[in-house]
């Protein structure tokens, strides 16, 4: 067998005992949340009669191990079951939310990504130069901001003085692709400004490093221009350190952005998820923990392999 | 390597946010608590930096915040770093099966988003400085055994360290005295990176109303505090914002200073 | 001049004569485009209602976990949700009167303990059956049968026996109650086809608006119903509630526009946004309180005495001003304010007094070890600071009161209701007898003080089954004394409702039963 194709079925395999064990500990995080779900959902105004209605009503007085079980036998034929709190179906729910989640990182990533890198390129070509302390500058200033802060940032600029976007940013099935974008511009500006500094820097860092290597001074010496170096030489030697660093954006750009979510009202994953938590709602909680998970072992699986192929060293092992 | 004029402003500012909170009680014009204005006045010979919410002074918030905020920060990147770079170089001095679990455990903490894991393990465990450090602690330890893990293994493929392991010494010896040493730089440039994304991960907790608790206030718990007038243009949650922003961008550039001094050590042509 | 300008005001309200064009003409005559502006507001206002349009509010209070049943609905937006899609029996009116809705005419016995509804005809559900009395009754048993979860559970358990007999509905009580239709006013408590009880979320009801979009914790849409038996509401084409639960996003949603309504104006913010443009701060006083609440039935809180020191230890006029931003008004250690029908106004508001504080506390022969108050940041907007402010004062009069944080997760369950000391707040309720019997009979469901008082049981039960207005008052009045003098609730203040309301908006109307007109905004208001 190609040794790339069995180290992919290795890697592949491995994912899924760590999304396994994912499900377990999400499990057990939950349980040991405080409180139990029957009163969670009815608050403060609830009758002790109502709990134990309730209780009886969503299984809750089985065992944690069975009813951990129970699930899990369910995701594997494909059933995620019904959410404890609403009783709407959560492949149903998550499914929508995740192309939510999926539309803002995408759209982030797709401005961000080819940014970061043409940033990197112009930093690391003119290092030390003035080009490259303003980039970094700039970059070094947006990686400093907490995010919320950027987020109340643009909602005052955008939408209060110069009202071009709306501070809520809920997108609906039905609407348009230009209404769509037009919604999340804030919370696209937001992450973008979040993730582009870490890129750009690997990016200028990576380079930087790979031209100190003696090939690139064979090319200087052949006359290439130090753009061609950068391009033909630096950059594909370099790519590996670049695509996991972007991956792991990726990856925070889907699991992370809770807060960019609850700032902006956006219906996605993330505030799907806290909203669970906080009424134990176990089910979903697993669920939208999988799904997380996945993605992440999934763009990791996919950064391994890139910078396998991208890199002859590791392509053909000794 | 000379000290560069980013990098001096840096260790400038750097310097000057630790010795405000060393000495907060000293410099601080008002007492953290007290109500000295109104809602949000502008900024004033009495108030330098104007008021807060319930018309505390924003500059003495600020300097008694940045007291909670640097130790919180730094204590955490301690922990991570100590718990981090530990188990990363026992997983690269060992090996195999060593190696092969704790990579694994790494790999299921980050697989998990730590916003979430923090959201969960400090609504069940009581809020208190020391439960905040030790999860923000171990939840950025992850990424330390990552680095630490990469970095030591180039290392540990080297001669000398070869030559330690058949001179018989110890795993925790060969750790200590060869690999640290070495590895030491990358780490301490690593150590700045850390410290701010701390920063900004207590500001975001606190943000979300799970990390510093009151009466004690740190900068992000500040901007919460302040931020619905931020629409009204008012001025009191930018100023701990642009703190946070300012204490991370002087450390960031010492940090770069010190990576790229490893790097010129390293004999390259220096960047 | 004057005439002209009446002229012409009338003609730009109705939408013939261009607003800008007005504003213009005002300028020719010195008049600032700021007065042009309101004054075509009002105007328009003037004109009455205006049929068509969308309008949207954006709601704090709703999760992606809300559901559809009216029963479960515990938090704003579900509550918003079913005003706009169902209909009650009864409402009650901002000035504290019943009115009518699905029933049509309201009767009792002679000693309040048998209750005739009937039932107003040809009215359908958006399904297209008719509304019976048949479907009351089966709405009514689904919410007070032994398995239901509902919310209405302790309010319905009181009725004995119900009957439907052609468009009458006759419900027979365990004992005496005045207030009868009130309780069925209650918000869970919307009829639903056949009680709702093969799909109680379904969402079908007899309301003004039929339910289009339910995305729980982000939108919920509803078109109008155009066989809604009431042409008097329900102007608009669509309404949408949007859930937004940060205030910073509301507010600036609110003022952009677009949202027309928001609930929950931060205190901090309100005068600011008074001045924003296009924008108007509705402060209503309402029933509700935020309270810090003993269990009478722990030590050291057992002891009358060192509940009277810590009661007399709270400035409560200091509360109002910082924790409500003089939004609000000072508590009186009974639930019950001006906002009740029957709330006698001569019981002397209890003053901060740290002598007489400190002599109650002596004399409690208290041990002088801390006395936990635990609060958490969700315990009521404020809490923490209400409670470290009280802490202060308590601590001038030597009372050793402390304050213990708890997280907000778990709060409801852990601490309220568990724990004898902690902060806590009520949303109030529509009459006197419905607040006593929920929280502080002895045998109330929710007895968070752990009041046990039989002379204050008789009293609240006497009262009950009163129909003469003015004995009914003096044994309220008795009633809110004894509460007062020996109950574990220490009342510091009453919570205003603030909205922000765009001025697009006509028929606001300051309504003290809920937030947002009693849940009916959507429904009540018209776009000028």
Redesign the interface.
């Known amino acids: 067998m190609h040794p790339i194709l069995k180290l992919v079925i290795q890697r592949v395999a ?1 994912g899924c005992l ?2 396994l ?2 499900s377990a ?2 499990f057990l ?2 349980e ?5 779900t029957a ?12 709990l134990e ?2 209780r009886q ?1 969503m299984g809750l007085n089985e065992p944690a191990l069975v009813r951990y079980f129970k699930w899990l036998g369910g995701v594997l034929t494909g059933d995620l079951g019904k ?1 404890l ?4 179906d959560i492949a149903t ?1 998550i499914g929508q939310r995740l192309g939510n989640t999926l539309f803002l990182a995408v759209s982030a990533a797709v401005i961000s990504v080819p940014l970061a890198l043409i940033l990197g390129l112009v930093a690391a070509r003119y ?2 130069r003035w080009p490259d302390k303003l980039i970094s500058g700039i970059t ?2 947006t ?7 950027a987020a ?2 643009v ?2 600029l955008l ?2 003085v110069f ?1 071009v976007f ?3 940013s ?1 997108v ?1 099935p039905g609407m348009s692709l230009g209404a769509k974008l037009h919604a999340v511009a804030l919370p696209v500006i937001v992450l973008v400004m979040v993730v582009l500094a870490h890129m750009m820097r690997m990016t200028r ?1 990576a380079i ?2 790979v ?2 290597s003696a090939y690139i001074e064979t090319a200087e010496l052949k006359g290439l221009t130090p753009m061609q170096v950068i391009w033909k030489h630096a950059f594909p030697n370099a790519i590996a350190p670049i695509v996991s660093v972007v991956v792991l954006n990726l990856a925070y750009l889907v ?2 952005v ?2 960019v979510e ?4 956006y ?1 996605a994953l ?10 134990r ?1 176990l089910p979903v909680v697993q669920a939208v ?1 999988l799904v ?2 996945a993605v ?2 999934g763009l ?1 699986i996919i950064a391994d392999v890139v910078s396998i192929v991208a890199n002859p060293r590791l392509r053909h092992p000794k | 390597m000379k000290l560069t004029l980013s990098a001096g402003i840096g260790i400038l500012l750097t310097a000057m946010f630790v010795l405000s909170a060393i000495f907060a009680p000293l410099i601080a014009p008002y007492p953290l608590d007290l109500t000295v204005g109104g809602v949000w006045d502008a900024p004033s010979a009495k108030n330098w930096l104007g008021t807060d919410t319930i018309g505390r002074d924003i500059l003495s918030r600020l300097i008694y915040g940045g007291q909670i905020t640097i130790f919180v920060a730094l204590a955490s990147s301690v922990i991570a770093f100590s718990l981090g770079s530990f188990f990363g170089f026992l997983a690269a001095v060992r090996g195999g099966w060593t190696d092969q679990i704790l990579s ?1 455990i790494v ?2 903490m ?8 923090a ?3 400090l ?2 465990l009581p809020l208190n400085l020391p439960v905040l450090i030790l999860v923000i602690g171990v939840l950025d330890s992850t990424r330390v055994f990552r680095l630490a893990r990469a970095v030591s293994m180039d290392i540990a493929v080297m001669d000398y360290v070869e030559a330690a392991k058949l001179r018989g010494e110890g795993q925790i010896w060969v750790i200590f005295r060869e690999i640290l040493p070495n590895a030491l730089s990358p780490l301490v440039a690593e150590f700045g990176l850390r410290f ?1 994304f701390a920063v ?1 991960f207590i ?2 907790l606190s ?2 109303g799970l990390g510093v608790q009151p009466p004690l206030a740190d900068w ?1 718990g500040m ?1 919460k505090e302040n ?1 619905d007038g ?2 009204y ?1 008012k001025s009191a ?1 930018l100023m701990p ?1 642009a703190a ?3 204490l ?2 002087s450390v ?2 010492v940090a770069d200073w010190v ?1 790229s001094r490893t ?1 010129s050590l390293k004999g ?2 220096g ?1 | 001049m004057q005439d002209e300008m009446k002229h012409l005001l009338m003609r730009t309200a109705r939408g013939t004569f261009s607003r800008r064009g007005f504003i213009a003409r005002c300028g020719a005559l010195g008049i600032s485009a700021a007065l042009a502006n309101t004054l075509i507001a009002q105007a328009v206002r003037a004109e009455g209602p205006k049929k068509g349009g969308l309008i949207r509010a ?1 709601i704090a209070g709703g ?6 049943d009216p029963a ?1 609905a ?2 704003e937006v579900p509550f918003v949700t079913s005003e706009t899609w169902g209909e009650m029996l009864v409402n009650v009116t901002p000035d504290g009167k019943v009115d009518m809705r699905l029933a049509e005419e309201v009767s009792s016995s002679a000693d309040a303990s048998e209750w005739t509804f009937r039932i107003r005809k040809g009215v359908e559900f958006h399904d297209g059956k008719t509304v019976t009395a048949e479907d009351v009754v089966a709405t009514l048993k689904r919410h007070t049968d ?6 209405a ?2 309010i319905v358990q009181g009725i004995s026996e119900m009957s439907y007999e052609g468009d009458m509905v006759k419900l027979k009580l365990a004992g005496p109650n005045a207030d009868l239709p009130f309780l069925m006013a209650d918000y869970h408590l919307v009829i639903q086809p056949g009680g709702g009880v093969d799909n109680p ?1 379904a969402g079908i009801g007899a309301g003004p608006y039929k339910l289009e ?1 339910f ?5 919920i849409g509803f078109t109008k119903n155009p066989n809604y038996f009431d042409d008097s509401i329900g102007h608009a084409d669509q309404v949408e509630i ?5 205030n ?3 507010t ?2 609110l ?2 526009g ?2 027309h309504m928001m609930n929950r104006v931060d205190p901090k913010i309100a005068e600011l946004l008074k001045g924003a443009p296009g924008v108007q701060v509705k402060s209503v006083a309402g029933r509700g309180h935020y309270v810090f609440i003993m269990h009478c039935d722990k030590a050291p809180f057992d002891n009358n005495d060192l509940r009277m020191a810590l009661k007399l230890g709270i400035k409560r006029q200091e509360m109002v001003d910082k924790i409500l931003g003089g939004l609000g008004s000072i508590g009186n250690d009974f639930p019950i304010n001006a906002a009740y029908p029957l709330f006698d106004d001569t019981i002397p508001p209890r003053e901060y007094d740290a002598a007489q504080a400190a002599e109650f506390y002596k004399k409690s022969g208290h041990d002088g070890s801390p006395i936990l108050l635990r609060v958490a940041p969700g315990a009521f907007p404020g809490a923490v600071d209400a409670a470290n402010l009280f802490a202060a004062s308590a601590q001038a009069a030597g009372i050793p009161l402390q304050v213990k944080l708890e997280p907000d ?2 709060y ?3 601490v ?1 209701n568990v724990e004898p000391f902690c902060a ?1 707040y009520w949303g109030g309720r529509p009459v006197q007898d419905q607040m006593y019997s929920t929280a502080y009979l002895s045998t109330a ?2 007895n968070d003080t752990k009041f046990k008082n039989a002379t204050f049981d008789d009293l609240v039960l006497a009262a009950r089954g009163e129909l003469d207005e003015v004995k009914r008052k003096e044994e309220y009045s008795k009633v809110a004394n004894i509460l007062r003098d020996e109950g574990g609730l220490i009342c510091p203040m009453f919570n205003d409702f603030v909205h922000g309301v765009r001025d697009e908006i006509g028929g606001w109307i300051d309504d003290p039963n809920q937030e947002l007109m009693n849940g009916r905004g959507l429904v009540k208001t018209w776009l000028v």
Do not use: C
Not at chain 2, 110 to 117: F, L, N, W
């Open positions: 491995l760590l999304l064990a994912v500990v999400i995080g939950v040991a949340l405080p409180g139990d009163q969670a959902i009815l608050g403060q105004s609830a009758t002790p009669q109502a209605n309730l009503q959410s709190t609403n009783g709407t729910a290092a030390g070094l200033t990686i400093s901001l907490p995010e919320f802060v109340y940032f909602i005052y939408t209060q009202p709306l501070p809520v809920m609906f860092a930087l490093n031209m100190q699991v992370g809770v807060v609850v700032v902006f009202s219906n993330g505030q799907y998820l806290v909203d669970h938590v906080t009424k709602d923990g997380f998970a992440y072992i990791n | 694994r790999d299921l980050m697989a998990i988003p730590s916003p979430i894991v959201l969960v393990l609504s069940v701010i900004l500001s975001t943000f979300l992000g901007v931020k931020l629409i243009g949650a914002a946070i922003a300012a991370a961008i960031n550039l990576l790097t390259g042509r960047a | 954006g999760e992606s976990t809300n559901s559809l479960l515990a938090s032994e398995k239901s979860q509902s919310g559970l302790g979320a979009v995305e729980p914790g982000v939108r949007l859930v937004i639960n940060d910073t996003a509301r600036a949603a003022q952009s677009q949202v997760d778990g409801w369950s852990n309220w806590s469901d929710w």
